[in-house]
């Protein structure tokens, strides 16, 4: 009997380092919780700034919430004043009530393009709203702030171990201080079982369905962006809102005169305003615009009230503008939304002619110089029911910026007459196809070989390929917790591409958008697309 305990000295640890290491190679239990998003960019046309408004993330409450404000080439210098109103009451009441600003600052604004900020102060979890006032205009900006919760798994995982700690000492304790052996396998046996249940919810929890999250699927609250473990009553499956419908209300704006343009988004099904827009690429709103000369604006109207979006824009001249936003309500999917009407621009003092742009084919260049910055872009076979991939080299060095949380942006209107006309706005407006993709950032170097001096290009010389040294999308997709690449981060490029399947034949208008030394350069070039194969269209 006095030989037992010595062996069991001596088994014991072995087993249970056994164990511990069948648990460390399980991974981890965090990928069960969800992620907490990192910062939140949201891009805003703010009077005649292009703004991109980045919280940083809250890594407690109370605590600190950084603002940074990214202007863009062409922003005027200036201050910003912001303010924090929480917009959710606290059951705890704390000292200032829901709807009542609880931090202020201000941001100035130099003629240097680049990130300015300023420091705020959050007191709780859940809905709250950025006020950014340039003097003129005030945008509204709601986000969330979660608190760090523990998921039950998780919490399982650490105390098993903890238990099996305590059990361990316990065991060894009993081995050494009684006669009988045998009775130390009775906390050894706790040991194991709790090792087992760790190793158990630790594997599983990768598995594990997360909770909808607050702000994205379910309307915030202060409770359940405190702990969105928490059971939820009442318990939903379906988190899908009605389609939205667009208005743009107001008198009919001048051509070469400033005016702003209220967006009124109101539910399919109630008619109420929607206010439960997330967002999406960086912005709570995408609106896109053509107008009569075929010129593109991709700007992000600012928010005045619950369901109002409003941009601040000068027509260039008179003619039709046909639009369309891209928006995510809380639940659902991508929604594109086009005016039914568009918009009319009266007579006024308008802009000069607009060049066309250049026409793009397989197998030739449409070159332009945009801000000094070169830009070629190269179609492969564009062919209607089959894949297209789109190239573009943008400079000639890596320094290309992500912009809305991407390297570049195409946008595809059509199919256009061929020529459009002098109104392309007025047929974009009839047209069944307003696309908006994103760049793929990888490239084919095989997509470009040698040229001659018409633009032909040969496609067989892969090795001479301008787009060598094309940088991936490293850092634009963050993994749970990290926060994506701002545009801060000028590190991208040259090349980027883009694959779009054109539905049908016929002439379309393309623009590829990509940010460069904060200037968001904007090429247009003129595509078209063949009838396909017998089964395409």
Same mark, same amino acid.
């Given at each position: 009997?006095?030989?037992?305990?010595?062996?069991?000295?001596?088994?014991?640890?072995?087993?249970?380092?056994?164990?511990?290491?069948?648990?460390?190679?399980?991974?981890?239990?965090?990928?069960?919780?969800?992620?907490?998003?990192?910062?939140?960019?949201?891009?805003?046309?703010?009077?005649?700034?292009?703004?991109?408004?980045?919280?940083?993330?809250?890594?407690?409450?109370?605590?600190?919430?950084?603002?940074?404000?990214?202007?863009?080439?062409?922003?005027?210098?200036?201050?910003?004043?912001?303010?924090?109103?929480?917009?959710?009451?606290?059951?705890?009441?704390?000292?200032?009530?829901?709807?009542?600003?609880?931090?202020?600052?201000?941001?100035?604004?130099?003629?240097?393009?680049?990130?300015?900020?300023?420091?705020?102060?959050?007191?709780?979890?859940?809905?709250?709203?950025?006020?950014?006032?340039?003097?003129?205009?005030?945008?509204?900006?709601?986000?969330?702030?979660?608190?760090?919760?523990?998921?039950?798994?998780?919490?399982?995982?650490?105390?098993?171990?903890?238990?099996?700690?305590?059990?361990?000492?316990?065991?060894?304790?009993?081995?050494?201080?009684?006669?009988?052996?045998?009775?130390?396998?009775?906390?050894?046996?706790?040991?194991?079982?709790?090792?087992?249940?760790?190793?158990?919810?630790?594997?599983?929890?990768?598995?594990?369905?997360?909770?909808?999250?607050?702000?994205?699927?379910?309307?915030?609250?202060?409770?359940?962006?405190?702990?969105?473990?928490?059971?939820?009553?009442?318990?939903?499956?379906?988190?899908?809102?009605?389609?939205?419908?667009?208005?743009?209300?107001?008198?009919?704006?001048?051509?070469?005169?400033?005016?702003?343009?209220?967006?009124?988004?109101?539910?399919? &099904?109630?008619?109420?305003?929607?206010? +439960? /827009?997330?967002?999406?690429? @960086?912005? !709570?709103? #995408? *609106?896109?615009? $053509? %107008? =009569?000369?075929?010129?593109?604006?991709?700007?992000?109207?600012?928010?005045?009230?619950?369901?109002?979006?409003?941009?601040?824009?000068?027509?260039?001249?008179?003619?039709?503008?046909?639009?369309?936003?891209?928006?995510?309500?809380?639940?659902?999917?991508?929604?594109?939304?086009?005016?039914?009407?568009?918009?009319?621009?009266?007579?006024?003092?308008?802009?000069?002619?607009?060049?066309?742009?250049?026409?793009?084919?397989?197998?030739?260049?449409?070159?332009?110089?945009?801000?000094?910055?070169?830009?070629?872009?190269?179609?492969?076979?564009?062919?209607?029911?089959?894949?297209?991939?789109?190239? &573009?080299?943008?400079?000639?060095?890596? +320094? /290309?910026?992500?912009?809305? @949380?991407? !390297?570049? #942006? *195409?946008?595809? $209107? %059509? =199919?256009?007459?061929?020529?459009?006309?002098?109104?392309?706005?007025?047929?974009?407006?009839?047209?069944?196809?307003?696309?908006?993709?994103?760049?793929?950032?990888?490239?084919?170097?095989?997509?470009?070989?040698?040229?001659?001096?018409?633009?032909?290009?040969?496609?067989?010389?892969?090795?001479?390929?301008?787009?060598?040294?094309?940088?991936?999308?490293?850092?634009?997709?963050?993994?749970?917790?990290?926060?994506?690449?701002?545009?801060?981060?000028?590190?991208?490029?040259?090349?980027?591409?883009?694959?779009?399947?054109?539905?049908?034949?016929?002439?379309?208008?393309?623009?590829?958008?990509?940010?460069?030394?904060?200037?968001?350069?904007?090429?247009?070039?003129?595509?078209?697309?063949?009838?396909?194969?017998?089964?395409?269209?």
């Amino acid at each position: 009997m006095e030989t037992i305990p010595y062996r069991f000295l001596r088994i014991v640890p072995l087993a249970v380092l056994s164990v511990l290491w069948l648990a460390v190679s399980a991974g981890p239990a965090a990928a069960d919780t969800p992620s907490y998003g990192g910062d939140v960019q949201v891009a805003q046309t703010l009077g005649d700034r292009e703004l991109t408004l980045v919280l940083r993330r809250v890594t407690t409450t109370p605590g600190p919430l950084r603002l940074d404000v990214i202007t863009h080439a062409g922003s005027a210098a200036g201050s910003l004043r912001v303010a924090l109103t929480p917009t959710g009451a606290a059951p705890e009441a704390p000292t200032v009530p829901a709807g009542v600003p609880t931090s202020r600052g201000a941001v100035t604004l130099g003629a240097v393009p680049g990130s300015y900020g300023t420091t705020l102060w959050v007191d709780r979890p859940g809905p709250w709203e950025l006020a950014v006032d340039d003097g003129q205009r005030t945008a509204r900006v709601p986000f969330v702030v979660l608190a760090q919760a523990t998921a039950a798994p998780e919490r399982t995982v650490y105390g098993g171990f903890l238990v099996a700690g305590a059990l361990l000492v316990v065991s060894l304790l009993v081995a050494v201080r009684t006669r009988r052996g045998a009775w130390a396998l009775v906390p050894a046996g706790g040991v194991v079982a709790a090792l087992s249940t760790s190793i158990t919810a630790a594997m599983l929890s990768a598995s594990l369905p997360l909770p909808p999250q607050p702000g994205v699927r379910l309307d915030p609250t202060v409770h359940n962006a405190a702990n969105p473990y928490a059971p939820a009553q009442p318990l939903v499956g379906d988190y899908s809102r009605p389609p939205v419908l667009l208005s743009v209300p107001g008198p009919a704006p001048v051509a070469g005169r400033a005016a702003d343009l209220t967006l009124d988004l109101t539910d399919g &099904a109630t008619g109420l305003p929607v206010d +439960d /827009l997330v967002v999406h690429d @960086g912005a !709570l709103v #995408h *609106l896109l615009m $053509v %107008g =009569p000369s075929g010129q593109l604006w991709h700007a992000h109207p600012v928010r005045i009230a619950p369901g109002v979006f409003q941009l601040h824009v000068t027509p260039p001249r008179t003619g039709h503008y046909a639009l369309s936003v891209e928006l995510v309500r809380r639940g659902g999917g991508v929604q594109v939304v086009r005016s039914p009407a568009g918009i009319d621009v009266i007579t006024g003092v308008a802009a000069g002619p607009t060049p066309a742009p250049p026409p793009l084919a397989p197998g030739y260049d449409a070159t332009a110089i945009l801000s000094g910055t070169p830009v070629t872009v190269r179609a492969a076979v564009a062919v209607a029911g089959s894949p297209t991939t789109l190239t &573009a080299r943008i400079g000639d060095t890596n +320094d /290309l910026q992500p912009w809305l @949380g991407m !390297l570049g #942006h *195409l946008v595809v $209107v %059509g =199919p256009l007459p061929d020529p459009p006309g002098a109104d392309v706005g007025a047929a974009a407006q009839r047209v069944p196809v307003w696309a908006h993709a994103h760049s793929m950032g990888d490239l084919t170097p095989a997509l470009f070989g040698t040229h001659d001096t018409n633009g032909r290009h040969d496609t067989d010389d892969a090795g001479s390929s301008p787009m060598d040294g094309m940088d991936g999308m490293a850092g634009l997709m963050p993994g749970n917790g990290d926060s994506a690449a701002d545009e801060t981060v000028a590190a991208y490029g040259p090349g980027i591409s883009f694959t779009y399947t054109f539905p049908q034949p016929g002439h379309y208008r393309v623009w590829i958008q990509a940010e460069r030394q904060y200037r968001i350069l904007t090429m247009p070039a003129d595509l078209t697309i063949a009838p396909g194969t017998a089964g395409r269209r």
